[in-house]
T-cell receptor
Framework: DAGVTQSPTHLIKTRGQQVTLRCSPKSGHDTVSWYQQALGQGPQFIFQYYEEEERQRGNFPDRFSGHQFPNYSSELNVNALLLGDSALYLC?????????????????FGPGTRLTVL | RKEVEQDPGPFNVPEGATVAFNCTYSNSASQSFFWYRQDCRKEPKLLMSVYSSGNEDGRFTAQLNRASQYISLLIRDSKLSDSATYLCVVTPNAGNMLTFGGGTRLMVKP
């Protein structure tokens, strides 16, 4: 059973560029959440997608946008990159049909994409 | 004020020691509580959920105090492999946005 996968693993961009990160959820999961983790800090919620729609959004500017496809995979797009966007971007999947340990709707994280903006 | 606050540490303890971490949260509407573990340059992984009645999983014990809005994690008989960052997490309800604390770093020494 494949877990959550993300691509690419590392990425280097320059200020002003645009980037697209990809996530495939764990088998049986239908909900994808994206988080940004700056160095030395805890992850911060960006947004969550369910049934191809953004269901909830954190305190991030419109430069951050996303998409969910019919197969439940998701993309995170960031436009007009700033130096401060350098971080580890984590994707987490969950779903009503999920199985495994924990009570409730546990979110499983992928290994992340490390973005460096120069 | 951050929604979830933790002492960043690091906590340096010898093998076999007992160590406790606390976490406070500001949103009284929070419904679900978790401890996640994150190894260096890896993704967070769920360590345990935290229930109002308290719960134990082997050497790990989690407690929730809703009145004071704090959560604790106790690790007994520390192992070298327990060295990691422990993240306190709250959410309005399971499955929705997770709000993380900044993490507490634990280093267990031989």
């Amino acid at each position: 059973d494949a877990g959550v996968t993300q691509s690419p693993t590392h990425l280097i961009k320059t200020r002003g560029q645009q980037v697209t990160l990809r996530c495939s959820p764990k088998s049986g999961h239908d909900t994808v959440s994206w988080y940004q983790q700056a160095l030395g800090q805890g992850p911060q919620f960006i947004f969550q997608y369910y049934e191809e729609e953004e269901r909830q959004r954190g305190n991030f500017p419109d430069r951050f946008s996303g998409h969910q496809f019919p197969n439940y995979s998701s993309e995170l797009n960031v436009n007009a990159l700033l130096l401060g966007d350098s971080a580890l971007y984590l994707c987490a999947s969950s779903g009503i049909r999920a199985s495994g340990v924990g009570r409730g709707n546990e979110q499983f994280f992928g290994p992340g994409t490390r973005l460096t903006v120069l | 004020r951050k929604e979830v606050e933790q002492d960043p540490g690091p906590f340096n303890v010898p093998e076999g020691a007992t160590v406790a971490f606390n976490c406070t949260y500001s949103n009284s509407a929070s419904q679900s509580f978790f401890w996640y573990r994150q190894d260096c340059r890896k993704e967070p992984k769920l360590l345990m959920s935290v229930y109002s009645s308290g719960n134990e999983d082997g050497r790990f014990t989690a407690q929730l105090n809703r009145a004071s809005q704090y959560i604790s994690l106790l690790i007994r008989d520390s192992k070298l492999s327990d060295s990691a960052t422990y993240l306190c997490v709250v959410t309005p309800n399971a499955g929705n946005m997770l709000t993380f604390g900044g993490g507490t770093r634990l280093m267990v020494k031989p």
